[in-house]
């Protein structure tokens, strides 16, 4: 994972760029990517809407389409359409495992095993533009003597990890720091690292190295992971913690951890981490391992580790295990952490077995739990597995997945090597909140479910509750509420859940994640085993399970004759049990007494005995201790009833969610951000917006193109996880620049010929700024017409062209015709000519862009392009059989509409903003048709 990070002062720490803020999870459906036809991909970048994407491939091709690209090694494409730019070429002659942009976007740092970028000559290192592909001439190649492995940008400073000990010929063994404008080498990152992991043992011998960097969002830290044993002279066995200060780095003499010391598979890796990457909030990191499964050790797993622990053995948080299979990637987002490699299972106790107690299927991509390690119930899959997913970037618009294999799914949705989950669509992970009394606690005992109210010192005599879809209750060992379910272990070994309100209760379920149906008669690769998971060791005890209290991620249980609590960690959101069980330390109950009551609140777990006696014990960020305390007086000992039947903490009303959102404009391009809008009790889960001008959006950072300047009213209406709703209108004002720019007249016509001819309109006068666009059912791009000049590329789509020219009006132009001649074949085409007063002498066309579209749509989006802050054309067309209207986006002003007739016939629509609009990027504005057609569009600033 590659950070770029802003700097913000000498002297202050920097703050992240792009942390992955998104709080959906994605949608397990993936968004049209392009296909990578050969290779790997090892490296993935997001600048606005464009993705940047590296590795070891040659050879691409846009969805949809049979044409292959030539884009060796690194390629650029559209976040929202999934078109590669075909004019970014960066035409690199070696692999590229890392990248990272610029904190604005205009340039990306490019790291591998090249050696030349076009006909210059670079090592392993280079930064190029973001739009041209173009080598950014003021940064220097340093030279390093070995691999660059990885990068991560922080402030002015660029830092590279890999397997050198030399960079432009100074003393830098794995770490190094550059000067992020020139490239020059600095005395602040000089770290060594020493010393292979196995060594002395094992006959796997690798460079020395760091493999991969994660720096802190906050820029304060950055931890390295790689081939070594020591960090200047210091243990730090394949992972050192770095602190950034202002004027030098050093390795933080306050963190170890002996985790990763011992050999894994040791004739086969020599180091065993893969890849580590922090949170967004910076608190925590996430390191992911291969090296097969062993006892006691980190290998194939997951963990996380806590920035506020220290120490010299600092211990992960927590730990997820795969049973025996590598993971190779992993990335950090505020309510999941991704882990990607070639595994089939999550939710294992490490011990190399393949099929353990307690695994659920998550075939090469899982989503973590970042408060336990648990699966999420996000569960794609990738099969085949292929050597595995060796890259993952989660942003605030989804997840992005990059591997060596061809499908999402069983190999149902294809995308070959890359594969992009956004967040919009996606679903809120279920946050439990903390429950706090008083509260209404229930008891099920036979048919009857009772109620009181109960504060924590006092009780409510009960009373009986009218239900609805009620059973006989005496089967229940245990039950708890998670959101609107209430989970309850039953005599049939079996966790369940119904819904309940507070009166009604829904059908009953059985809770196995461990066998997914999408999943469970799936043959894994290579092998004759299906990806069917196995109950964890819960499960056979829940018969004699006496009570059980859900707090902060953990599953709290009592077993009949024993005196322990123990517990297991639990997702809210997959109901999956963890496979390891924990006990409480001391938390033998009173005279060893049996629990038959566990319930949790007010950070406490309480616990009804058989002696109708309630006692507590405090419950501290989910983990209890300190002793147990006997609750009397206030009712709770009247008619207490805690030593029979099952007692729980009823449902609370869900709170309405509180809609915020702030925006900023570049020209006519406003961006929106919603992730202000909070719920209390649980999760925004969609954002609806409408923009004032008759547009809507969705997700929580949309942008929005306007038409032209004014004030508008947007209004942000955000859903929580319980259907609630809340809205927020505020203005957003664009300013109308001056201009002397007006538009006279517009002619057009419609044909089907070898030629299509329309007059210059006969308003015209000497020196205005005249446009010509022709759009054809031919793939062959039409001469010039006499005197005309051509306007940037062609916008093309299958056998449809359109093509814009311009002139400068002489004095006897008015009424003129302009023809556009197509050869020996008739063609049916559209052609329109503009004319505008006051536009530059030189020509009116400052900046122009060219779109075609990949797949039929009856929503046709333009092209982006940057004003100069004065009028803007669009031109949309399609080639169709069936298209009858062609409808332009809200405050256009529509200069020609052209329908064609007959099959495949072209049609064209000429629309401009009717004034100036402010400079900045302009484009992404959609017209639409009746009928679905693949299209080209064109975008047109004039000065």
Not at 133 to 142: D, H, R, T
Not at 163 to 175: D, E, I, K, N, Y
Not at 233 to 258: C, E, F, H, K, S
Request: hydrophobic share 40%; aromatic share 8%.
């Amino acid at each position: 994972m590659v950070a770029a990070i802003l700097a913000t002062g000498a002297s202050s720490p920097p703050a992240d760029a792009q942390p992955a803020h998104h709080r959906l999870i994605p949608s397990a459906v993936p968004a049209t990517t392009p296909n990578i036809l050969d290779g790997k991909t090892l490296a993935i970048a997001e600048v606005g809407r464009k993705v940047f994407v590296g590795g070891t491939f040659t050879t691409t091709q846009n969805a949809g389409t049979s044409a292959q690209l030539a884009t060796p090694y690194l390629f650029e494409y559209d976040r929202v359409t999934g078109v590669i730019d075909q004019t970014f070429k960066p035409a690199l002659d070696g692999s590229v495992v890392a990248l990272a942009p610029t904190a604005d976007g205009s340039a990306i740092y490019v790291a591998g095993t090249f050696k030349l970028a076009g006909t210059t000559k670079v090592r392993n290192i280079i930064k190029i533009d973001t739009s041209t592909g173009a080598l950014v001439s003021a940064f220097k190649n340093p030279s390093p003597n070995g691999s660059i492995l990885d990068i991560a940008l922080v402030g002015n400073r660029l830092l590279l990890a890999g397997s050198f000990t030399t960079v432009a010929t100074l003393p830098r063994a794995g770490l190094a720091s550059l000067d992020a404008t020139t490239g020059a080498v600095d005395e602040y990152l000089k770290v060594a690292v020493d010393t292979n992991h196995n060594w002395p043992s094992g006959t796997a011998k690798a460079p020395v190295g760091v493999a991969k960097l994660a720096a802190s969002p906050d820029g304060t830290r950055l931890v390295a992971i790689g081939n070594f044993k020591h960090a200047d002279g210091l243990d730090r066995d394949q992972v050192a913690m770095i602190r950034l200060g202002p004027d030098n780095a050093y390795v933080d003499p306050a963190w170890a951890t002996q985790r990763y010391t011992p050999a894994c598979s040791k004739n086969a890796f020599d180091s065993y981490v893969r890849d580590v990457d922090f949170s967004p909030d910076s608190t925590y990191f996430v390191i992911a391992a291969s090296g097969a499964g062993y006892n006691g050790t980190l290998c194939d797993s997951a963990a996380r580790f806590d920035v506020a622990a220290t120490g010299t053995a600092v211990e992960p948080a927590w730990q997820a295990a795969t049973g025996q299979d590598s993971l190779l990637s992993v990335a950090v987002a505020d309510n999941a952490v991704y882990v990607g490699g070639h595994q089939k299972w999550m939710n294992a106790i490490q011990s190399g077995a393949d099929q353990q107690a307690g695994q659920v299927p998550r075939p090469g991509l899982a989503a973590l739990d970042p408060a336990n390690g648990m699966p999420l119930t996000w569960n794609p899959g990738r099969h085949p597995r292929g050597d595995g997913a060796e890259e993952l970037l989660a942003t605030d618009n989804g997840l992005y997945v990059g591997s060596d294999t061809e499908y999402v799914g069983n190999r149902q949705y294809y995308r070959p090597r890359i594969a992009f989950f956004p967040e919009e669509g996606g679903t809120a992970p279920v946050v439990q909140a903390d429950p706090l009394l008083p509260r209404s606690l229930y008891r099920l005992s036979g048919n009857t479910v009772t109620a009181r109210q109960f504060t924590g010192t006092t009780a409510t005599v009960p009373s009986t509750v009218a239900t609805t879809g009620g059973v006989n209750w005496n089967s229940v060992r245990g039950a708890f509420m998670i959101g609107t379910k209430l989970v309850y272990g039953a005599t049939d070994n079996k966790l369940h859940y119904r819904t309940f309100d507070g009166t009604a209760f829904g059908p009953d379920n059985v809770i196995d994640p461990y066998n997914d149906p999408t999943w469970s008669d799936v043959v894994s690769s290579g092998g004759t085993a299906t990806y069917r998971g196995r109950v964890p060791t819960l499960y056979p005890q829940i018969s004699g399970v006496t009570g059980m209290a859900y707090a902060n991620h953990r599953l709290y249980y009592t077993r009949s004759g024993n005196s322990k609590v123990f517990w297991r960690w639990f997702s809210p959101d997959s109901l999956i049990v963890g496979a390891a069980e924990f006990s409480v330390p001391s938390s033998g109950f009173p005279l060893l007494r049996d629990a038959r009551n566990l319930f949790y609140a007010d950070g406490k777990l309480w616990a009804g005995m058989t002696t109708n006696d309630l006692w507590s014990m405090p419950v501290t960020d989910g983990v209890a201790g300190g002793g147990w305390t006997k609750i009397t007086g206030g009712g709770v000992d009247t008619n207490p009833q805690w030593s029979s039947g099952t007692v729980f903490l009823g449902p609370l009303a869900n709170q309405a969610p509180s809609a915020a959102f702030s925006s900023g404009c570049t020209g006519q391009t406003c961006s929106f951000d919603g992730r202000a809008s909070a719920d209390a009790d649980g999760t925004v889960t969609s954002w609806a917006w409408a923009f004032g001008d008759g547009g809507t959006g969705t997700g929580s950072q949309p942008d929005h193109v306007y038409a032209g300047p004014g004030t508008y009213q947007v209004t942000l209406t955000v859903t929580d996880d319980d259907g609630a709703t809340s809205a927020l209108t505020q203005p957003v004002t664009i300013a109308a620049p001056a201009s002397t720019i007006g538009f006279r007249d517009a002619t057009g016509k419609v044909t089907n010929a070898t030629s299509v001819v329309t007059p210059v309109p006969a308003s015209t006068q000497a020196g205005d700024g005249l446009i010509a666009v022709v759009s054809a059912s031919t793939t062959v791009v039409p001469a010039a017409p006499a005197g005309w000049t051509q306007v940037g590329a062609p916008a093309t789509t299958d056998a449809m062209t359109t093509v814009v020219w311009q002139r400068v009006a002489a004095a006897d132009d008015a009424g003129r015709n302009v023809t556009v001649s197509f050869g020996a074949t008739a063609v049916k085409a559209t052609l329109t000519v503009l004319a505008y007063s006051g536009t530059d002498p030189g020509g009116p066309v400052a900046a122009a862009a060219a779109g075609g579209e990949t797949t039929a749509t009856t929503a046709h989006h333009s092209p982006s392009v940057v004003s100069p802050g004065n009028w803007v054309v669009t031109v949309w067309a399609d080639r169709s059989s069936a298209t009858t209207t062609f409808t332009e986006p809200a405050g256009a002003v529509v200069r020609q509409r052209l329908i064609g007739t007959g099959g495949a016939h072209a049609d064209q629509l000429v629309a401009d903003t009717g004034g100036p609009v402010a400079s900045g990027p302009y484009g992404d504005q959609v017209a639409t048709t009746d009928a679905a057609a693949k299209g080209t569009a064109v975008t047109l600033a004039l000065h």
